[in-house]
């Protein structure tokens, strides 16, 4: 019942799109019959593939996420769950489609120098530490602030000494290691964790802002976190 509601949301997201493109097409007449139906062969694989996997993401994978939350979260030693957050975040990076395009685009760029292998070991090390401290954070109490800051100061000095092609992949890397796969994944297992570790479940926004960000369900972009005590938590995407 689920795929009304995602084929509607895909198809308002992709039809301003195509009426752009085939305004440009009648202005300008730049594409021939075949080309065309291509590239709207192409739309309908993408409205299809994006109906499908919003599907699967939402309906199968990240409730996969909550449940693996909720059931950490209730083990005696919680700051084992440092650990354990940062072995998923060393995998889960690699599931994410669009790390996979960059990695090929990077190893094209850089015609070879930086391969797939080493541009997959590196934003996994890199998910997996931010994971590991965005745990640290919320089972401490530590301020967010103490790791964002330190972060983006090392990241905005590291660029004046580094070629700018190298610069770019950084963040682009930082970008796509945050995509639709991984979010949703590690935002959902954390947000059951906080509902069991009540005593610091607002700090679940924190985590989102360490890891990436989160599409929330899919069709308003937001995320709400209800404790208890019936306070409630909002973030925008």
């Not at 909550?66 to 209730?74: E, V």
């Not at 700051?79 to 072995?87: E, R, Y």
Request: glycine share 10%; charged share 15%; with cysteine.
């Amino acid at each position: 019942h689920m795929l009304p509601d995602y084929g509607r949301e895909v198809i308002s997201s992709i039809l301003p799109v195509l009426i752009v493109f085939l305004l440009f097409q009648l202005i300008s007449r730049r594409y021939h019959k075949n080309q065309m139906i291509k590239m709207l062969m192409g739309f309908l694989y993408t409205i299809i593939g994006l109906i499908l996997f919003l599907t699967g993401v939402n309906v199968g994978f990240a409730p996969v996420g909550s449940l693996l939350g909720s059931n950490l979260a209730a083990q005696t030693w919680r700051f084992v769950l440092i650990p354990i957050g940062a072995l998923i975040g060393y995998y889960i990076v690699k599931a994410e489609p669009a790390v996979q395009v960059l990695n090929k685009q990077v190893e094209d760029v850089t015609n070879g120098s930086i391969s797939r292998s080493a541009m997959n070991l590196c934003l996994s090390i890199g998910v997996s530490a931010s994971v590991a401290l965005a745990l640290l954070r919320v089972l401490t109490g530590l301020n967010i602030y103490w790791l964002l800051i330190p972060g983006y100061i090392i990241a905005l000095v590291l660029t004046r000494f580094v070629p700018k092609v190298f610069v770019g992949i950084a963040f682009d890397s930082g970008g796509v290691a945050s995509g639709p796969m991984t979010s949703p994944f590690l935002l959902d297992e954390h947000v059951q964790r906080e509902y069991v570790i009540e005593d610091v479940l607002l700090d679940v926004i924190d985590i989102g802002a360490a890891i990436g960000k989160r599409r929330g369900d899919g069709r308003n972009g937001t995320v709400n976190c209800h404790s208890d005590h019936g306070r409630t938590v909002s973030a925008e995407a």
